[in-house]
């Protein structure tokens, strides 16, 4: 664990302005991929993927190798030192020890590249860990929306397909929110963004969902229900609204997705047609003028008649991903300066200090690498309290909280859970669960008064902290 | 798809004198192989291999390196992107897109290389498309015949054991016919050069199998068959041959190959003493100063007790696939230049307008792709009319032909068939199939004079187009 | 076959003086691991690896990347090319030719990588064979003490844990014994060092074990009956011995492995509590100071509670692993030329010239890979006469020795086996084996002047080929 190493897990880890700083660079970059073969000369990164993902591990070696820089790669390491028994976070020291300057890390549990930065002497970036985070993607789409548009703030970027199970749809909406962009969701019925993502959306950003008017959106608009999502001000809004919704006078960008079968359940069914964009469905007033955006690989979601239209980037787009990985490396190398500053967010990760990890998902690092994970939390909310999982960033199950101070517990949304500390903060799933450890039943206040007292004696810290 | 970009997919894209040329580049390349290593400075191949085959793959990744190169390796595609659905098209665009420069592929799909060609934006070579073509392979063995023997043109090479399977014997009877060498076909018994072969060799290089005279061919040729195929006049012939068969005197290169027991079907089996050149088999006196050869891996045809004989050069055949491989790249990377005119075969490829791919080939890529493929084919000859499927060069089986313009149909060995525009053409496999598609059946002219008038009824088109 | 190539196949390939001077070039490559890319500029090695190992195979790749070499990687040739049918030899000679200026070799059958320097044109280093040899993991062992300790001569170096199974520690012993360091060894009960490990330990170093006083060695040495093995002449220890062994006052390093699980025969059973090395074990007077090794990956015998002590340095370990393997790829690549004189050792390999191949071991590669394979063997000992196999280094399991010019055979440890001139000398198994090869008893000597008679008679030669 080395403080002063910069890496990338998450596309948070950058502001905003760092963000458009680089796409400059990939701009520069992209002129004559050639002509940069001296910025990372002598160093090496290393593709460690516990999943194959050929695609995402060619990417990145193409643009260490045009910067003059070696490669080493490990394609498939589930099948070889893992098969020992070795841990991710041993590889990790091992390999970042003296093998590679730079570590590309893909695995199948979310928070995998979290746990690498505890880890690693060199810098780390996440190319997707698990159905977590995959943040180059994000920032090579967003790349993609600044090259063709110019700009991202004010965008409108139309999403269809399934929006629910995509990792790459998530990150990139709240990029969007984040830059300022407007969300138009078309997606299949079914398969509508998580209530989670909303909710995120809606605390963080100030982004409320509002019905949006298919009319204008093209054919793919009448077989689901259209949702306009933004963080502007709604008096902003007015004007264009009626009973039908948000009228979306124009879309610069529709991103299609591919149905993510393989993470389907017994529940989860396709509707008999699959959304698929036709020439036909961009003939919707609003989309004249938008350009077309696929993740990659492509099924059937989009037919190759629609490969050889001018708005069709989506070739162009995965194109894009050789520059702006280039930036990424550079920066992280150390080969790059910028001078925008860094994000101020400062999260803060807290440990978990009694009780086992509770972290719900079963597939986050947290749970699967027990040995070397001291499991931590990030505070989301403080009134009810609400904490995440600081590898895989899901919300922790707690409808108590305790404060390791006083021995006692509270339901998390009462006056006293809002003013535990979080270093004292205990998640409790339920209440066997707080007595089981110990702890005891705070007294339920009955009038503000009793509130504002209990709360004193349940919690008599300074709430310093308190967001 | 950019027309600018040349292509290695057959050894049909280079002309002789292009390929004499490339002998003397890669001589040169060959004299001090760490001597070159600025000529593909700051460029990308990338190995994409939907079939492993590590040999080929270190020997083009050599060839790079040594130039200077840099090297992106997708080992085994079908285990990662291809998982996920991609097609080849779609791998092919992207790849070529940013990530390389240059694309060397291996698929098991012939045509696999050819369709290639239609989508990527930089040069790719076909490192051998199912069992079609590999053309570097093939100018290996011919680049080892000029090295050792200082000219392919006149020289007499033999041929010994699986002729039928091996994609390698192929191509290469192809080569050293139009090279104007001979050729002497030592088959094992039931694995003779298949008729295709034989019926492109009469029709294209005006080459006739006679009988040899097996006594001076050593013991090889008492157990078998033994033919001569030259490209020269009969009456050059005359002075050798008597009721035995003609009489090879001297005979410059030994080509062993190994069963291709992979592709024997439950009719091919093996005679009990398979085929195995020893030092007694070299004893023939036409075989005092061949050069032994083999495309490697070998078994049990060439035992190794001939390795050190100074004859056997099987190794330094493996060894000089990496200067000539260095040549292909950096012609096709344009830093170098020919100075030989290009061929002058101007091979054109037709749609196929009406009906569905009448390419006969189940593992035609035209087939196993089809989502991307438009079925093309190029006529082979036209009395009678005959056509081979573009991708995987496999002849169209049609007894009959129509014309889209009259919208009748033909015997496909009829004058009326032969007048055709390519265009116009479609190929029947039979009577309903042209029936079904709305053709109808054309007169069938009883005499010479009827004949031209249903001809030119038929098909009222100029014969411009004639080959 | 190349004689002046110089290889690593053996860490006896490499004489005590030039490991030191190794020592100094890898501890200045590592004091800037990025200033060295021109040692190896337009080199190439290819790693052939039959087994997967990534560890072993990427600290390879990353030292001729950091020597600003290319790297051709093999990850898995067992799926590839061997497939095919190919055999080691002939890879070897194939990649040898021209691909890679120098073969780093992975194989499962012991004695893989001698057999490969038989064939290569250019050097190979051994990355492992099987259970016999991996050099450059000893070297790097070796390097880590001296590094930390300033000397490797006269140190004291604890082994615990599974001391029979382990391949890494078997080598290492013998080069501690070499260079004069003396041994603890703490064997989980059922897992000591097997007798032909001791054996030689006696043979060649004179090294005898005495029991060791546990007293002072921490809490591991409890369980367990721990062992001192010195090369030291015994008057030297007189001072520290007494009815509980010697007492070892302080150890240097303390080297803990894993149990190798993999290799354990359904005889093989752990104690319940598999030995761990933890905070208490550490505890003991003469650890205060030992550092702590591991070849990695480990699973429960460290837990991660260590590794945050000062004294914990196996990922320093790890980390040491590509300047010491820069150094010898430098050196066999001859960019690296050493002052210290090479090993005096001049070690023969005789053939095994009637019957078949006498090594016992199955997995051994002259069995594995008969057609390439000339039987060979080494002579060990005269009396009792006693041969290992050349490639795997197992001992020839011979009751009887017999000589190809007398055509008589004898008991191995009698008088007249010991005059046999290795060219003649011939290993039975037993007497049925000699006689059905057509050698005939010698007369048994009664008294010790028929016995030198009978030696006489039995082997007449002269003996100046005597070890």
């Avoid at 003059?68 to 028994?85: F, I």
């Avoid at 699967?368 to 909310?381: D, F, I």
């Avoid at 404060?403 to 006056?415: I, M, N, P, V």
């Amino acid at each position: 664990m080395n403080a002063g190493i910069r890496h990338l897990v998450s596309i948070d880890d950058l502001s905003l302005p760092e963000i458009l700083e680089l796409f400059q660079h990939a701009k520069r970059f992209a002129q004559d991929m050639r002509a940069h073969s001296q910025v990372a000369r002598g160093l090496i990164s290393a593709s460690i993927f516990y999943e194959a993902s050929t695609r995402t591990r060619l990417s990145f070696e193409s643009a260490m190798l045009r910067l003059g820089g070696g490669v080493l790669t490990a394609a498939d390491m589930r099948l070889s030192s893992a098969s020992k028994g070795e841990s991710l976070a041993d590889t990790v020291r091992v390999v970042s020890s003296s093998y590679a300057d730079i570590l590309v890390l893909r695995h199948a549990s979310e928070g995998a590249a979290r746990l690498a930065t505890e880890y690693s002497n060199v810098p780390v970036i996440n190319a997707g860990d698990g159905s977590h985070e995959h943040p180059t993607q994000t920032l090579c789409d967003l790349y993609n929306l600044w090259v063709e548009r110019g700009r991202i703030e004010g965008l409108h970027v139309m999403l269809a397909g399934d929006l629910r199970y995509s990792r790459t749809i998530h990150s990139f909406v709240y990029a969007l929110a984040r830059f300022g962009a407007n969300i138009v969701s078309l997606p299949t019925p079914g398969f509508e963004l998580p209530p989670y993502v909303v909710q995120r959306l809606r605390e963080e950003f100030g982004v409320e969902p509002m019905r949006a008017d298919g009319e204008k959106l093209g054919d793919l608009a009448r077989s689901c229900d259209a949702m306009y999502l933004t963080p502007q001000k709604p008096h902003q809004l007015s004007l264009f609204t009626d009973a039908k919704g948000i009228s979306v006078e124009h879309v610069d960008a529709v991103y299609m997705t591919r149905p993510q079968t393989e993470r389907y359940t017994s529940n989860d069914t396709l509707p008999p047609r699959p959304m698929s964009l036709t020439k036909q469905s961009l003939a919707g007033a609003s989309l004249r003028d938008a350009v077309v955006m696929h993740p990659l690989p492509r099924r059937d979601e989009i037919p190759s008649e629609l490969d050889e239209d001018p708005r069709a980037i989506y070739f162009k787009q995965a194109a894009r991903g050789v520059p702006i990985r280039m930036a990424i490396l550079a920066l992280l190398l150390g080969r790059l300066e910028l001078s925008a500053p860094r994000s101020a967010v400062d999260v803060r990760y807290h440990p978990v200090s009694v009780g086992e990890n509770p972290c719900p998902n079963p597939t986050c690092i947290s749970r699967t690498e027990s040995r070397h994970v001291t499991a931590r939390y990030k505070l989301a909310s403080r009134f009810p309290v609400r904490g995440f999982c600081a590898y895989c960033s899901q919300e922790l199950p707690a409808r108590f909280v305790g404060c390791t101070t006083t021995g006692l517990f509270h339901e998390r949304d009462s006056a006293a859970a809002r003013q535990i500390r979080p270093d004292h903060l205990v998640f409790f799933r339920d209440e066997p669960q707080a007595l089981a450890l110990g702890f005891h039943p705070a007294l339920r206040p009955t009038s503000p008064l009793e509130a504002a007292s209990a709360a004193n004696a349940g919690s008599p810290e300074a709430s310093s902290t308190s967001a």
